[in-house]
């Protein structure tokens, strides 16, 4: 949407430039503000942090798996990587594929790559990009390349 109107803003404007319309340059400044307001928002919902502890508790109370999944990351940064397992099952029993990559991570540098694959296999196929390069051929995962996903 906000590309949408940032190309008809151009358009608008181009237009009104070559006829030399002060309506169309008018509409256009309209438009060019509208997609201006489209990109922050889009920007403000796409954020990845919490105002606070206590917002990121409530939204993890609330079952939200970003919430969950930032906790996580605070857990295991403390050392507490039962709690940041606890954490990271909840957000994945609500099918966060950046808490399954997280997970895969986690069980990595605890018991090796080996153990991690059901992790990163269920990341890659929930669509987690980066977990999907592990499975191509000649990767991590994929050496051989009798393991694809």
């Known amino acids: 949407m906000t590309f949408l109107l940032f190309l008809v803003a151009a358009g608008l404007s181009i237009a009104g430039l070559v006829t ?8 256009s400044w309209v438009i060019w503000a509208l997609g201006l307001l489209s990109a ?6 796409q954020r ?11 939204a993890a109370d609330a ?6 999944r930032a906790l996580a990351s605070v857990a295991k940064v403390k050392g507490d990587i039962d ?3 606890q954490l990271l099952h909840a957000a994945i029993a609500k099918g966060d594929r950046e808490s399954m990559w997280d997970m895969g991570r986690l069980v990595e540098e605890r018991d090796g790559l080996a153990a991690s694959e059901p992790w990163f296999r269920m990341a890659a196929e929930h669509g987690h990009l980066v977990a999907k390069r592990f499975f191509r051929k000649g990767s991590a ?8 996903l």
């Open 20 to 27: 030399d319309s002060g309506t169309l340059l008018n509409i």
């Open 63 to 68: 079952g939200n798996p970003r919430a969950l």
């Open 83 to 85: 709690r940041a397992e």
């Open 48 to 58: 990845h942090t919490f105002a606070s502890p206590e917002a990121a508790q409530a």
């Open 141 to 148: 995962l994929n050496l051989d390349g009798t393991n694809p």
């Open 40 to 45: 922050l928002l889009r920007w403000r919902r």
